[in-house]
């Protein structure tokens, strides 16, 4: 298993997560544009604010599992099951790469 191809990769996919969140996040708060003053439109945006602040609270809750997967790599605890203390399969930490725990346990 090559660790710092992992790393690497989960440093991307943090980045893009963060980007992701803050995008969502300012758009929901209308911090570069006024709502509308019509009622029917503002009902709508209300509507895809809500979207929105879904979409940037996911973004931030994988960005902390990721946060995490960084600081075991970190630690040389990565793709070690937090349950069972075996090792993390190949596989599933390339499905999903800050799996804390192995398949049996999880």
């Given at each position: 298993?090559?660790?710092?191809?992992?790393?690497?990769?989960?440093l991307?996919?943090?980045?893009?997560?963060?980007a992701?969140?803050?995008?969502?996040?300012?758009?929901?708060?209308?911090?570069?544009e006024?709502?509308?003053?019509?009622?029917?439109?503002?009902?709508?945006?209300?509507?895809?604010?809500?979207?929105?602040?879904?979409?940037?609270?996911?973004?931030?809750?994988?960005?902390?599992?990721?946060?995490?997967?960084?600081?075991?790599?970190?630690?040389?605890?990565?793709?070690?099951?937090?349950?069972c203390g075996?090792?993390?399969?190949?596989?599933?930490?390339?499905a999903?790469?800050?799996?804390t725990?192995?398949?049996?346990?999880?």
């Amino acid at each position: 298993m090559n660790i710092e191809r992992i790393r690497t990769d989960l440093l991307e996919r943090l980045e893009a997560l963060e980007a992701r969140s803050e995008k969502a996040a300012r758009h929901a708060s209308h911090r570069d544009e006024p709502l509308s003053a019509d009622f029917e439109e503002q009902a709508a945006e209300s509507a895809n604010d809500e979207v929105l602040n879904v979409i940037a609270d996911e973004a931030r809750h994988e960005a902390d599992h990721i946060r995490d997967a960084l600081k075991r790599i970190a630690l040389g605890q990565y793709g070690v099951c937090d349950q069972c203390g075996d090792q993390i399969t190949e596989a599933r930490l390339i499905a999903v790469p800050y799996s804390t725990r192995c398949i049996e346990c999880a």
